[in-house]
């Protein structure tokens, strides 16, 4: 019983030794693979390392064939470093150290050049650049680099900064960035990254010699109105000098005829939208410039030769305003409004005060009179400011355009134009229609005996009203400012437009003002490209003049006893 419970104990023992032993030898064989992977991992990093120092201390012996092959090794190695040389290589700040041929990247300072280890990306402190030697780029090596550095901006998480290396890409498209690019086009999230490169791939696939994948390209570009698709789309439908065709594939050329169609279709109809816009934003500054005019024509009946010069005073305002705000040009536009409101508006009521009141009923001799202050404006601009235009910077915000789509854009400075004048002209009826003012000035309008008679003040009523006119002429000039050039001569470019768009609107009548402004702006450009910028004013002149001869009071004329006698 004893010796059957010993080798029971035993045979017990020997088993436990045995699974300890099993045990003890997976962890050292486990131990050892890991020992290996560290190894190889360590083995892998340290040769990554050592290529990369390689790499880099070959540039600055290597020839231009030699760097663009190093340039396509450090991009396969993708790490922080080889894009931070790449994009110094790109940029002509790479150097050697020609006493030991050491790689820096360098940036040009006072007392020479601020280094960066090329290899460590670690400051290296300044040292004179007479030591140095720039590792030199041509053409074909840069469009190589471009390419190279917009692959590593591929992973960024800023959408600008994909969508800028997709361009890039797209620009100097090989095999290997198409590759990058079609496994971009899985992980990529932003949809107009997405239709960038979608097209980018279409346009490359559209060389394929099969034409099932050329069919299949051409549907990809459908609703494209890019203009590279355009172009390309075109060689495929045009004969060439024999009178052949590039595309032999019947079923393929007819399907890119039938995209180019469509294609040149839209592009009339977006073209034409485009030159509605341009006329809208010029017939805005048209209203803008005419209003005032208008008000002071219809009230008083004074020609106001000097109110193209008014409109100079507002714009070079704008120009001293931001001469005060250097670092607030945004805000200064805003702060110019109404301070050119204010100097256009007091020059209006000296003027008015000092010399027209003077000549009211001689509107001849009222005609001549203002003609000659128009010129001394001229010459004080001159005197004080030169004769050289001035430059008004245009504000951010103010700044590029709406992209609607490939095909047809809205300028912001344009656009931002025809709300304001919108806004003016609201703001104007207001006046005249809610305030005193307004309805003083609407009373000497319409009959200015009778006004006389109620007690109405008529000298102080033509006093502001000309001061409102021009103080309206001196915002135009704000608006102006922002779309031409800002100069002495700058109010005589508007100042006869200004009274073609009074008088065909009607003498007095503000929605007869912005309807004719609107309409001539409109007409005008859709005649320029047809009849050119000269010949499409004459065309207009003569329209107004056969106009003027069937309605001599405009389209909405002035209602009143004093108009009707």
């Known amino acids: ?141 840069r469009k190589a680099l471009r390419a190279a550095v917009a692959q590593f901006d591929l992973s960024s998480e800023l959408a600008e900064k994909r969508a800028a290396a997709v361009t890039e890409m797209l620009r100097s498209l090989d095999e290997a960035s198409a590759a990058a690019l079609r496994a971009q086009l899985g992980r990529e999230t932003d949809p107009k990254i997405k239709e960038s490169i979608s097209i980018g791939l279409a346009l490359v696939d559209l060389d394929s010699s099969e034409a099932k994948t050329r069919l299949a390209a051409i549907e990809t570009l459908q609703g494209s109105m890019n203009p590279d698709v355009y172009n390309r789309l075109k060689q495929l439908v045009t004969p060439d000098e024999s009178g052949g065709y590039s595309e032999l594939d019947v079923e393929v050329r007819a399907a890119a005829l039938k995209l180019v169609t469509h294609m040149e279709s839209m592009r009339s ?68 409004i109404p301070a050119a409101f204010m100097v256009s508006g007091l020059v209006g009521v000296l003027i008015e005060r000092g010399l027209v009141r003077f000549l009211y009923g001689r509107p001849l001799e009222t005609l001549l009179a203002t003609f000659g202050v128009s010129l001394i404006l001229q010459q004080i601009v001159r005197d004080v400011f030169t004769a050289n235009n001035r430059p008004v910077q245009t504000p951010d915000w103010m700044s590029g355009s709406l992209q609607l789509n490939e095909a047809f854009a809205l300028t912001y400075n344009r656009l931002y134009v025809v709300l304001f004048t919108a806004l003016a002209f609201v703001a104007l009826l207001l006046v005249l229609k809610r305030t005193t003012l307004g309805l003083n000035v609407r009373a000497v309008a319409q009959n ?42 700058l109010g005589q470019q508007y100042i006869v437009d200004s009274f073609m768009v009074v008088v065909f609107g009607g003498v007095g009548n503000l929605w007869g003002t912005l309807i004719s402004g609107m309409s001539l702006g409109v007409v005008n450009k859709l005649l320029e490209p047809y009849a050119g910028a000269v010949l499409a004013k004459i065309f207009v002149l003569i329209f107004l003049i056969l106009f003027i001869q069937r309605r001599p009071r405009g389209l909405f004329p002035q209602k009143g006893r004093a108009a009707e006698g």
């Open 1 to 141: 019983m004893l010796l059957s419970t010993g080798r029971d104990i035993r045979s017990w023992l020997n088993l436990i030794a045995c699974i300890c032993f099993s045990f003890l030898a997976v962890s050292v064989q486990a131990q050892e693979v890991a020992d290996s992977s560290e190894a190889t991992a360590s083995s892998a990093s340290s040769a990554m390392a050592e290529g990369y120092d390689a790499l880099v201390m070959q540039l600055p012996a290597a020839t231009y064939s030699d760097k663009s092959e190093i340039v396509l090794k450090l991009l396969k190695l993708q790490t922080p470093a080889a894009r931070s040389v790449l994009t110094a290589f790109l940029e002509d700040s790479l150097y050697s150290r020609t006493a030991d041929g050491k790689v820096f990247i360098g940036t040009e300072a006072e007392d020479g050049l601020k280094l960066v280890d090329a290899i460590t990306l670690q400051a290296a402190g300044s040292e004179p650049v007479e030591g140095f030697e720039k590792i030199g780029t041509n053409n074909s090596l």
């Open 269 to 336: 109809l977006y073209g034409a939208g485009e030159t509605v816009f341009f006329g809208i934003s010029l017939g805005s500054v048209l209203v803008l410039s005419a209003i005032g005019l208008a008000i002071t024509f219809g009230v008083m009946g004074v020609i106001n030769m000097a109110h193209g010069e008014l409109m100079m005073l507002g714009a070079y305002t704008t120009y001293v305003i931001q001469l005060l705000m250097p670092d607030h040009i945004g805000i200064s536009v805003l702060v110019a």
């Open 448 to 489: 200015r005996a009778m006004a006389r008679a109620m007690g109405i003040r008529t000298a102080w009523v033509d006093a502001m009203t000309f001061g409102l006119g021009s103080g309206i002429a001196g915002v135009a000039g704000v608006a102006l400012s922002q779309l031409t050039n800002v100069g002495p001569n």
